[in-house]
């Protein structure tokens, strides 16, 4: 017995010890992490090419003809329009060409029309498709197709996702609330042109108008308006004129496509294409493994350092087209103030936050437009670097008296405000309460679900709401909630006059000099009367097999991806 | 109990529908125009009682519903998931069991050996460490350093193999899955048996046959171990509705095509017909599992059959 307890005795004495050493090592490391920050004033994509591009394991270069990236999980819904998980998205982006397309500066690029035309007053888009398109079954792709699409898109019982109500083709009303047989704003003057007259003034219009293109011949022989049911079948049997046609879905595993012959741009160098389902904590193993050529792998320096150590990874730190940002309810008596929402600007460390979250692979935001973006500027803008005494002076200066507990009062009230956010290991949370407590506010983190977070949201129901803008597109999608008196749309309530101003002339033109002027103008102005916290911009890793050439131009869900897919092709030996 | 059944599907049709926001909720794209009319189009705008009595009628007709995240029938979304989900439950199910019984039975017998103390450590482990943890590990010892086993998926990439080959290449990749699913249940089911067994063997008709002059083997086998494994019964019958649910955590570290993921999904995502159907599903898998466990347990034991017999005579 006794042997057995100083046994037990030596033991426990030897975990303790290993656990005081590992935490030493956790804090050592954790202060070495907040010392880095990028500090570029335009984030730029980085690129790391492999140094040992022989290590590629056996089972990858075994594909001689293949190219395997990864999806996170796939809806089976393989019809542009018609699916709601966006992974399908990114599933059907090599099956359909679309008339023209965007990259992640919001450049738009001819894909199957070669050219197109905007008539002055902005309403009236001509598109000119190229000659000889065919659909991968072989069938000529003309403008009848794409009349036959956006008609679909606006039938009256179209239950998806495109929405048509900001650009308005002429006609739609009749279309889907009266006798209307078709729409009259779509106009096809010849099998190359087509001429589509819209009600309102709005440049992202072009690529709305110029998405995917359906063949009528396969998705619209059973179409009659008001039935679109006998579109299910066809869900899981995609036909269209991207450079890949679908072959295979092996439910939940894995989806497989060819290379289509008939691409107008040339059949693909790839004869195989497999978008493989894997979550996003085994890309890195089935990378490894050579199971996959391509992933995304998150905004983690460790990954890219563990990418780099293999040798055969090329690697693209992309800077992606969003924007973190506090949403600050400037209905709320207490945030309606410019000062206070400065002074929330100013108590805030940022740069902290940004650390933490993204370890360097991330930009502290006072732009509202993503760096990849086309108007983006920060010329003039007001910045808020973290300055605890200047957001005292405020809050002094709007009445706000540092009470007996440290918390501030105004006429018996205290100075508390609530977040709301859907991660639970959001840095905001120990940040912001760390340094607004030091300012005297009672900062409430709220971790909630998903849609009741966002259910709160539309309903006004909360002080601060922390998250990310969808893709930014076009430099209006950033900012035209700001201009907005739609209560859902408009979810801040702000209200500022120039702001409103700019915005609307923002997209009353479509000359992108003009534009820029007036973005610039805007950004600088909305610097100055805050509506929300700007936070971040971010990186995100996408790595390669070192032996697909053309690698660094494609990431799934890119605009331009399917493009970029047509142009891989794998090194030799 | 098809009272039951309408009684477990009303409180899960309120409990979800009082949860603020619905599938159409955290979509931002959507103008409030559109919003109203697609909830319009999908029913959502109804009072909650009118949408439970829509379902409940449908789903009497076998019509259980369509799925607003993947757009297909519900009964086409989940059924190649849960037939999959089955097949890695009903491994390790079968693995779980014959482990825990053996050692279970034999660490009693062996009370205070170095077995049993073995069994006891390992017995925690399997309690103590998280799933994905291990999961993770597994991978990268047997998957990326040596290259024996698949790191996961349900097929090797660009699979087209059919017939034999197909079924061993599907246990091929089921190997680590199983591994940790057994590894994991086999803790707690142990330590049933262990403590089970133990009790038997210090009752007193133990004693008696050792008294009588029964070898130790005897006595252990056919006496004792009759007596302890009737409480697993009952257990057995539960593990019924766990046959079908899948392991979530499991199954997203190995990406197995199962339905343990969808059901989180599902929830998250305000995905009504698709939660009512799994929930309904597992609801009746674990009533006929208790009715089973009813069943078989006056089969093994007699003295329920004679109880009831004096009862009815």
């Known amino acids: 017995m006794r042997t057995v307890r100083r046994g037990v005795a030596l033991a426990s004495v030897a975990v303790a010890s290993t656990l005081l050493l590992g935490s030493c090592a956790a804090t050592a490391e954790e202060t070495a992490a907040t010392g880095e920050s990028a500090d570029l004033s335009q984030l730029q994509d980085d690129f790391y090419e492999a140094t040992d591009p022989s290590a590629s394991p056996a089972a990858a270069n075994e594909r001689t003809d293949s190219f395997v990236s990864t999806i996170s999980s796939a809806g089976g819904v393989f019809l542009p329009g018609f699916y709601d998980n966006g992974w399908d998205g990114n599933a059907v982006a090599p099956i359909f060409a679309s008339l023209v397309v965007t990259d992640d500066a919001g450049e738009p690029t001819g894909d199957l029309a070669e050219d197109w035309e905007v008539s002055d007053d902005g309403l009236t888009y001509t598109f000119h498709l190229r000659e000889g398109l065919v659909f991968s079954d072989g069938s000529p792709l003309t403008a009848d197709d794409v009349a036959f699409t956006l008609t679909l898109l606006n039938d009256p019982s179209y239950e998806g996702s495109v929405d048509f109500t900001k650009v308005v083709i002429v006609g739609t009303d009749d279309y889907k609330n009266a006798d209307a047989d078709s729409i009259s704003g779509i106009n096809v003057i010849d099998d190359q042109t087509i001429e589509i007259a819209t009600e309102k003034v709005n440049p992202n219009a072009l690529t709305l108008l110029g998405g995917q293109v359906l063949p009528e011949e396969y998705y619209g022989a059973d179409y009659v308006k008001g039935d679109l049911d006998y579109l299910r079948d066809l869900y899981s049997k995609p036909i269209g004129a991207g450079p890949y046609a679908f072959e295979e879905y092996v439910e939940g595993q894995e989806i497989r496509y060819t290379a289509n012959e008939n691409y107008y741009d040339g059949e693909p160098a790839i004869g195989t294409?497999?978008?493989?389902?894997?979550?996003?904590?085994?890309?890195?193993?089935?990378?490894?493994?050579?199971?996959?050529?391509?992933?995304?792998?998150?905004?983690?320096?460790?990954?890219?350092?563990?990418?780099?150590?293999?040798?055969?990874?090329?690697?693209?730190?992309?800077?992606?087209?969003?924007?973190?940002?506090?949403?600050?309810?400037?209905?709320?008596?207490?945030?309606?103030?410019?000062?206070?929402?400065?002074?929330?600007?100013?108590?805030?460390?940022?740069?902290?936050?940004?650390?933490?979250?993204?370890?360097?692979?991330?930009?502290?935001?006072?732009?509202?437009?993503?760096?990849?973006?086309?108007?983006?500027?920060?010329?003039?803008?007001?910045?808020?670097?973290?300055?605890?005494?200047?957001?005292?002076?405020?809050?002094?200066?709007?009445?706000?008296?540092?009470?007996?507990?440290?918390?501030?009062?105004?006429?018996?009230?205290?100075?508390?405000?609530?977040?709301?956010?859907?991660?639970?290991?959001?840095?905001?949370?120990?940040?912001?309460?760390?340094?607004?407590?030091?300012?005297?506010?009672?900062?409430?983190?709220?971790?909630?679900?998903?849609?009741?977070?966002?259910?709160?949201?539309?309903?006004?129901?909360?002080?601060?709401?922390?998250?990310?803008?969808?893709?930014?597109?076009?430099?209006?999608?950033?900012?035209?909630e700001f201009a907005s008196e739609d209560p859902h749309i408009n979810v801040t309530g702000y209200e500022n006059a120039e702001v409103a101003k700019l915005v609307d002339e923002g997209i009353s033109t479509f000359d992108q000099d003009e534009r820029q002027e007036i973005y610039a103008e805007l950004y600088r102005a909305l610097s100055e009367d805050p509506p929300t916290i700007l936070l971040d911009y971010r990186k995100s890793l996408s790595g390669w097999n070192a032996r697909i050439q053309g690698g660094e131009n494609f990431t799934t869900g890119g605009g331009d991806s399917s493009l970029a897919l047509a142009k891989l092709s794998i090194a030799d030996g | 109990m098809l009272l039951l059944l309408v009684g477990v599907s009303l409180i899960v049709f309120a409990l979800f529908a009082l949860m603020p926001g619905d599938y159409y909720s955290s979509n931002r794209q959507l103008t409030p125009a559109r919003l109203a009319e697609l909830r319009e189009l999908r029913g959502l705008d109804q009072p909650v009682m009118v949408r439970y009595l829509t379902w409940l009628g449908n789903a009497v007709q076998g019509d259980f519903g369509f799925s607003l995240v993947y757009n297909r029938p519900v009964t086409e979304v989940i059924a190649p998931l849960i037939w999959n989900s089955f097949l890695v439950a009903f491994a390790s199910f079968v693995l779980t069991w014959i482990i825990a019984s053996v050692t279970g039975v034999l660490a009693a017998t062996k009370q205070y050996s170095w077995f049993d103390r073995f069994v006891t450590v390992m017995l925690f482990a399997s309690l103590s460490i998280p799933s994905f943890f291990l999961g993770l590990l597994l991978i990268k010892f047997f998957a990326v350093d040596l290259q024996w086993l698949p790191a996961g998926s349900m097929l090797d990439t660009a699979s087209t193999s059919t017939g034999i080959a197909r079924v061993l290449e599907i246990a091929r990749h089921m190997v680590l899955p199983?591994?940790?699913?057994?590894?994991?249940?086999?803790?707690?089911?142990?330590?049933?048996?262990?403590?089970?067994?133990?009790?038997?063997?210090?009752?007193?008709?133990?004693?008696?046959?050792?008294?009588?002059?029964?070898?130790?083997?005897?006595?252990?086998?056919?006496?004792?171990?009759?007596?302890?494994?009737?409480?697993?019964?009952?257990?057995?019958?539960?593990?019924?509705?766990?046959?079908?649910?899948?392991?979530?955590?499991?199954?997203?570290?190995?990406?197995?095509?199962?339905?343990?993921?969808?059901?989180?999904?599902?929830?998250?995502?305000?995905?009504?017909?698709?939660?009512?159907?799994?929930?309904?599903?597992?609801?009746?898998?674990?009533?006929?599992?208790?009715?089973?466990?009813?069943?078989?347990?006056?089969?093994?034991?007699?003295?329920?059959?004679?109880?009831?017999?004096?009862?009815?005579?």
């Open chain 1, 273 to 480: 294409l497999i978008f493989k389902i894997l979550s996003s904590d085994s890309t890195l193993q089935n990378f490894q493994n050579g199971d996959i050529d391509q992933g995304g792998f998150g905004s983690d320096p460790d990954t890219l350092e563990e990418l780099q150590g293999l040798g055969f990874a090329s690697v693209r730190a992309r800077v992606i087209p969003d924007l973190g940002q506090i949403w600050v309810n400037n209905d709320n008596e207490t945030l309606a103030a410019t000062e206070m929402r400065q002074a929330l600007y100013y108590g805030l460390d940022r740069q902290q936050i940004v650390d933490a979250k993204y370890k360097g692979l991330g930009q502290v935001a006072d732009v509202y437009a993503a760096p990849t973006q086309w108007s983006y500027t920060n010329e003039g803008v007001t910045q808020y670097p973290y300055d605890p005494e200047k957001a005292e002076e405020l809050l002094d200066g709007l009445g706000w008296e540092v009470g007996s507990d440290g918390i501030r009062e105004k006429d018996g009230e205290k100075l508390t405000i609530s977040y709301i956010t859907t991660t639970q290991d959001d840095p905001v949370i120990p940040v912001a309460s760390a340094t607004y407590s030091d300012i005297g506010i009672d900062f409430v983190p709220e971790v909630l679900d998903g849609n009741t977070a966002f259910a709160r949201f539309y309903d006004h129901d909360y002080d601060l709401a922390g998250f990310r803008t969808d893709g930014l597109v076009d430099p209006d999608d950033a900012v035209n």
């Open chain 2, 178 to 313: 199983v591994a940790i699913l057994t590894f994991l249940g086999a803790g707690s089911l142990t330590r049933y048996f262990r403590s089970g067994m133990l009790e038997q063997l210090r009752a007193d008709f133990v004693r008696t046959a050792r008294a009588k002059g029964l070898s130790e083997r005897a006595v252990v086998f056919s006496h004792a171990l009759r007596n302890a494994l009737l409480p697993a019964i009952t257990l057995l019958a539960f593990e019924l509705p766990a046959l079908f649910s899948g392991a979530i955590i499991t199954e997203q570290i190995f990406n197995w095509p199962g339905i343990g993921r969808i059901q989180l999904e599902s929830v998250q995502t305000r995905d009504y017909d698709v939660v009512m159907t799994i929930t309904i599903f597992l609801a009746v898998l674990t009533i006929v599992g208790s009715f089973l466990a009813d069943v078989l347990y006056a089969i093994a034991d007699p003295r329920v059959r004679l109880v009831n017999r004096s009862r009815t005579s």
